[in-house]
T-cell receptor
Framework: RKEVEQDPGPFNVPEGATVAFNCTYS??????FFWYRQDCRKEPKLLMS???SGNEDGRFTAQLNRASQYISLLIRDSKLSDSATYLC?????????????FGSGTRLQVQP | DGGITQSPKYLFRKEGQNVTLSCEQN?????MYWYRQDPGQGLRLIYY???????QKGDIAEGYSVSREKKESFPLTVTSAQKNPTAFYLC?????????????FGSGTQLSVL
């Protein structure tokens, strides 16, 4: 089983739709979680951190389910500009950057 | 403006040739990293450095080498021993390498084999 798994998609949704992605992780001792956005052949950019209580930033909501070992990203009122690949990042119990693991990404295509 | 600069944007390598990818940052960050990304894949760590004159192997270091002689610079050499070098290479930095911090990425280098 991979350390971090994501559904690769693509998720094709119309403008205005609500879409949700999940990301599962294998190490129950993982400490921190993030969502990054990556446009084609560009660098990833931090979208949001994921807090235990769940957190929201505008149209984006991130949640953590430690019991089932997954994080989720919900996008409401999808815009064309939301089309990108969304990477989840999990930081394990070990110190140092080797403990940071990227998922392979979920591609979102928002259509007019 | 502070940031990370990678060059070149596109690079072609001939069989048996070593090539070097440049990464420079002016953020005064201690830690720097090199990642490789293949199509449809996540980022895999090649090498990282938490301080000048020190670096550690990541998950896929074979066929690559790095140096960290200056805080600002962390060049990556793709050697002839790397048999499948075609990929998108990303350099990143963070303030220190010991905490849970935001990674700042360069804009990437696409390496292809001729």
């Amino acid at each position: 089983r991979k350390e971090v798994e994501q559904d690769p998609g693509p998720f094709n949704v119309p403008e205005g739709a609500t879409v949700a992605f999940n990301c599962t992780y294998s190490n129950s001792a993982s400490q921190s979680f993030f969502w990054y956005r990556q446009d084609c052949r560009k660098e990833p950019k931090l979208l949001m951190s994921v807090y235990s209580s769940g957190n929201e930033d505008g149209r984006f909501t991130a949640q953590l389910n430690r019991a089932s070992q997954y994080i989720s990203l919900l996008i409401r009122d999808s815009k064309l500009s939301d089309s990108a690949t969304y990477l989840c990042v999990v930081i394990g119990p070990n110190t140092g950057r080797r403990a940071l693991t990227f998922g392979s990404g979920t591609r979102l295509q928002v259509q007019p | 403006d502070g940031g990370i600069t990678q060059s070149p944007k596109y690079l072609f390598r001939k069989e048996g040739q070593n090539v070097t990818l440049s990464c420079e940052q002016n953020l005064n960050h201690d830690a720097m990293y090199w990642y490789r990304q293949d199509p449809g894949q996540g980022l895999r760590l090649i090498y990282y450095s938490q301080i000048v004159n020190d670096f550690q192997k990541g998950d896929i270091a074979e066929g690559y080498s790095v140096s960290r002689e200056k805080k600002e610079s962390f060049p990556l050499t793709v050697t002839s021993a790397q048999k499948n070098p075609t990929a998108f290479y990303l350099c990143a930095s963070s303030r220190t390498g010991t905490g849970i911090e935001k990674l700042f990425f360069g804009s990437g280098t696409q390496l292809s084999v001729l």
